[in-house]
Each structure stands twice: as C-alpha cells, then as structure tokens.
C-alpha cells in the first residue's frame, strides 16, 4: 500500500498571506495526486488534481506542482474560508490513499 | 443540488451490526462508481469498500476480513454498507464518495458523513 506523508501537520499563516503544503508519497503514483479541502461538519470537497486541474469551484488561488514522488498545494492569498484541513490523495493505484492532512489555521 | 446525504449511523455494541445508507440527488447514480470512506476518531481517512456502477464488482479493505458489504440500488438512487460483527476499532464517520468518471479512485463529490460509534 502506498503511504502518503504530508507535512507539516498544522501550519499557522494570516490572511493574505501565501500557504504552501507539502506531500510526499512513498512510491511513484505518476500525476494522479488529489488535494481535498475538509472544514469541521462538512463534506470533503475535491480541490484540485493531476497536473494542476481545479475542480468546479476551485478558486485560482490554489494550485499544485509535482516533483517526483514530492507534491505541492500553494494558496497564494488566504481568504478567511481558506482556513481547513487539507488531505492529499493518491489515486494511482487501490486503495487510493490518503495523507493525515495538514491543519491551515490562523 | 448534487450531493450525497449518508445516514443510519448510531451508537451500537461491539458485535453488533448497523446498515449504513447514502442518498445520492442532483445526478444519476448509476453512471459513477462509489465508495465507502471512514475516519476514525484522531486518524486519517481510510477507503473502506468500493462499488462498481452495475454492482458487478465490488471491493474492500484488507482490514475488513470480510464483515462488511456494499450494496447499492440505482433505482432509488441509494448505496449501501452493511456493517456486521463491528468492533470498537470500528467507530468512525463514514462517509460516501462518487468516483470521477474519468480518474479511477479520485472522488469527486462526498457526503458530509455519519458517526459510527462501536462502544459496550
């Protein structure tokens, strides 16, 4: 099973402020990279995927690069809805893995 | 609205057995593939079972050993997870998960889950 390590856990930024979070998976998994957006009672929603593909709804402000096994979700300006937790997701190969998430908070 | 709507959720003993359901609206269940993903209390989110949109296939985690089944029924536009034998290590929010169409395992809409809680 491939592991997704995501770093760091919680990371504490202001508004208007750039946000980078990292994840890095244990083996190869090409492009098929996920980020997920999580706030308290809600339900995940699907950020951005691939090479950089947003999702319906995806602000422009988030986006991803890949380097290898190492992944990268930057949010260039926070906005006060911004401020969740961020899961990465492998779907390369089953089950398709989940990081523990990074904590955005202010 | 497309959204999924999980329920049947509750407080259950362990050996006991809860039948989780998912209410899919906004879209026609049986053009995607879903799944069933759990987050344990402090964890990370765990794929639990995975269903094909003809029910022809059906997929679980190794940790399961068997004790739970996916169903759905594109006629009422519902999913399923039949829980059995639940254990402490059980207790989770679960939540429902329609699949991309065009990427396998990316999951593209979820419920705002249900809490399983497995305690004596």
């Known amino acids: 099973e491939i592991v997704m390590t995501q770093s760091p856990a919680t990371l504490s930024v202001s508004p208007g402020e750039r946000a980078t979070l990292s994840c890095r998976a244990s083996q190869s998994v090409g492009i098929n990279l996920a980020w997920y957006q999580h706030k308290p009672g809600q339900a995940p929603r699907l950020l951005i995927y691939g090479e950089s593909t947003r999702a319906t709804g995806t602000p422009a402000r988030f986006s991803s690069t890949a380097s290898g096994t190492e992944f990268t979700l930057t949010v260039s300006s926070l906005q006060p809805e911004d401020f969740a937790v961020y899961y990465c997701q492998q779907y390369n190969d089953w089950p398709g893995t989940f990081g523990l998430g990074t904590k955005l908070e202010i | 609205q497309v959204q999924l709507v999980e329920s049947g959720g509750g407080l259950v003993k362990p050996g006991g057995s809860l039948r989780l359901s998912c209410a899919a609206s906004?879209?026609?269940?049986?053009?995607?593939?879903m799944s069933w993903i759990r987050q344990a209390p402090g964890k990370g989110l765990e794929w639990v079972s995975y269903i094909v949109s003809s029910s022809s296939y059906t997929r679980y985690a190794d940790s399961l050993k068997g004790r739970f089944i996916i169903s759905r029924d594109n006629a009422r536009n519902s999913l399923y997870l039949q829980m059995n034998s639940l254990r402490v290590e059980d207790t989770a929010v679960y939540y429902c998960a329609r699949e991309n169409q065009a990427w396998q395992h990316l999951l593209d809409l979820w419920g705002r889950g249900t809490q399983v809680t497995v305690s004596s």
């Open positions: 906004g879209f026609t269940l049986s053009d995607y593939h």
